[in-house]
């Protein structure tokens, strides 16, 4: 009885505990090379997983998540240039109160709409913020960007050497935040608040006959959403060295929006997984090929006509199948 | 005493005058038939009371508070619930989360990011009893939109009725169910109702279903109330018979909505 009960519980466990080890364990057992790419991988996840709220949950599907991601980033390197900075406490504090802003402003106007519209505003909003980047350079660095230091971690001075540092310090440092974040979008989506966006996103006119105010829900999914992205862009900032108006330009969020849809916005995981996997296969393909958006196009292509439920409903086919058969 | 009454309600789409100076009242504790042949306006006159549509003119009176230009939200939180005529549900949510959202959104619960849906047993022993009420509760854990027709229309009467309403208005409960499906529907409807003392509006178009389960019947026609009656006046009403000749036919019901979406 006590054992049928709790065996969802086990279940999950069954796997968390071994991905939980598999990172911890990583950066002693690969190289700092690879560590790298799953250091990337983590970050992307967290951005990811704010915009899966509005794809997987509310079903709005946004072409601008590169805005609250790049606004991250920014903050942090104006933080360092004009305020002389170097906390990262303080970056991820100060990036996710103006993407928080940020996407306040941009919510209020893009929630009015919904599907192509609501995709189409995100994406001419993000451009702004793109545009300021690449005009201002005086202010922003232009397409030079703005140089990112290593940071002190929990008042920690980083160790001298800078692959070190990323590859073990910053990388723990990276999922611990990455770990609370996962936990807090859980909670969120399975909250009442979490129910009440899936109720939008199936049926929007009987969620409002239900009493649902479907723009103020939207509105508040919009901010959770950049404030992840904006604490991802933080995050990224200091691991790239350098914020570049690449982070803020709406090619960008096509990458998240794919990073999506390869592990599949229908899973809570789906997005982190697909991030992770996004970054290796983007590693792997600028090595092996100068044509690798060529080989990402395919991919997508392959993606979308064969498993539309993405890397993750790939995985539950297969497991329902072992399931059977046993 | 009324607990609904619209005053000279009005509503055109373009040249088309879907409600015409209506005045309409619910008396506390009914069960209402609201009929009429296609585009005689029930569903407009529904969809204006609830507040889906802004009314050109005239008011509406609900417990004696003036809502006509309250939005939909304010009416639901008044006690103004419904359900829809096309199947309106959460699809990729199991019947047991559709009751439940109701619930959350009565109590106000819905904003809560911080607190996991599941560890609230009040909210889903009451999902689960409305569930039961209504003979859904096997299908507790399936997703809505994996159920039957029927038990499609029923969940939908359920979610509207999980809100626990003063006044609900029920949008053809048995369209597109078939004839020998209607009645245990409309049983079941009209039990749960009647012991939660909730006032009720049906919109039927099946005349046997509406002069067994009501004690009133509005007629409408061309935006006009034709009469209104009980079961017994309105069968022997000439220019209502003259009037609805045919239209009792079911399976109808696409015109009315057509001509609405249109706007």
Redesign the interface.
């Known amino acids: 009885m006590t054992m049928e009960k709790h065996r969802p519980l086990l279940r999950t466990l069954a796997w968390v505990i071994p991905v939980a080890i598999a990172l911890l364990a990583a950066p002693h057992v690969v190289g700092p090379f690879q560590t790298l790419t799953l250091l990337y991988g983590l970050v992307f996840g967290i951005a990811v997983l704010g915009f899966n709220l509005l794809l997987g949950y509310t079903g709005l599907l946004s072409f601008g998540h590169s805005a609250y991601f790049g606004a991250g980033a920014y903050t942090v390197a104006f933080m360092v240039k004009y305020f002389k900075v170097a906390s990262m406490e303080l970056f991820l504090a100060g990036s996710v109160l103006i993407s928080v802003i940020i996407s306040l402003l941009f919510g209020v106007v893009c929630v009015r709409y919904t599907r192509i519209f609501f995709g189409i505003l995100t994406l001419a909003l993000s451009q702004v913020l793109w545009s300021l980047a690449f005009k201002f350079f005086w202010v922003t660095g232009g397409t030079d960007g703005l140089r990112v230091p290593t940071p002190s971690l929990l008042g920690a001075a980083p160790l001298a050497d800078k692959m070190e540092f990323l590859a073990f310090q910053y990388y723990y440092y990276v999922l611990a935040v990455f770990t609370v974040c996962v936990i807090v979008m859980w909670?969120?989506v399975?909250?009442?608040?979490?129910?009440?966006l899936?109720?939008i996103?199936?049926?929007e006119?009987?969620?409002?006959?239900?009493?649902?105010?479907i723009r103020r829900?939207r509105l508040?999914a919009f901010v959770?959403s950049g404030a992840f992205a904006g604490l991802a862009g933080a995050l990224w900032a200091p691991l790239n060295g350098l914020a570049t108006p690449d982070v803020l330009v709406w090619t960008f969020s096509g990458e998240i929006v794919f990073m999506a849809v390869l592990g599949g916005f229908n899973s809570f995981i789906g997005p982190i997984v697909g991030a992770v996997a996004f970054t290796y296969l983007k590693t792997y393909a600028v090595g092996f090929t100068v044509y690798w958006q060529l080989l990402l196009g395919t991919v997508l292509v392959v993606l979308v006509l064969a498993l539309p439920k993405g890397i993750m409903g790939m995985v539950e086919l297969l497991v329902a199948k072992v399931r059977r058969s046993r | 005493m009324s607990l609904l009454a619209t005053q000279a309600l009005a509503k055109a789409f373009g040249e088309n005058r879907a409600v015409n100076s209506v005045d309409f009242t619910v008396k506390q504790g009914e069960v209402l038939a609201l009929i009429g042949s296609n585009g005689a306006g029930k569903t407009t006159l529904v969809n204006l009371i609830s507040g889906l549509y802004r009314p050109d003119s005239g008011s509406i009176v609900f417990e004696e508070r003036d809502v006509t230009r309250q939005s939909s939200y304010g009416r639901i939180k008044a006690g103004i619930a419904r359900s829809f005529q096309i199947v309106n549900l959460f699809d990729q949510l199991s019947c047991l989360d559709n009751v439940a959202l109701s619930i959350f959104s009565r109590e106000g619960k819905t904003l809560k990011l911080a607190a996991l849906a599941s560890r609230d047993r009040a909210v889903w022993d009451e999902a689960q009893g409305v569930l039961r009420q209504f003979g859904l509760d096997p299908k507790a854990a399936v997703p809505a939109g994996a159920i039957s027709h029927g038990e499609r229309k029923l969940l939908d009467v359920a979610v509207a009725y999980a809100l626990r309403p003063k006044l609900l208005f029920l949008d053809e409960p048995t369209s597109g169910v078939s004839t020998r499906e209607k009645a245990p529907i409309m049983d079941i409807v009209s039990a749960i109702v009647r012991s939660g003392g909730i006032t009720v509006v049906i919109i039927e178009h099946d005349m046997d279903i509406v002069f067994r389960y009501s004690e009133r019947i509005v007629v409408m026609h061309q935006g006009a109330i034709l009469a209104d009656g009980s079961p017994d006046e309105i069968r022997r009403n000439d220019e209502v018979t003259t009037t609805l000749i045919g239209t009792h036919v079911t399976g109808e019901p696409a015109f009315e909505n057509g001509n609405h979406a249109g706007h």
């Open positions: 909670v969120i399975h909250s009442p608040f979490g129910k009440a899936q109720a996103r199936d049926n006119t009987r969620a409002e006959f239900i009493g649902i105010r829900y508040i959770v």
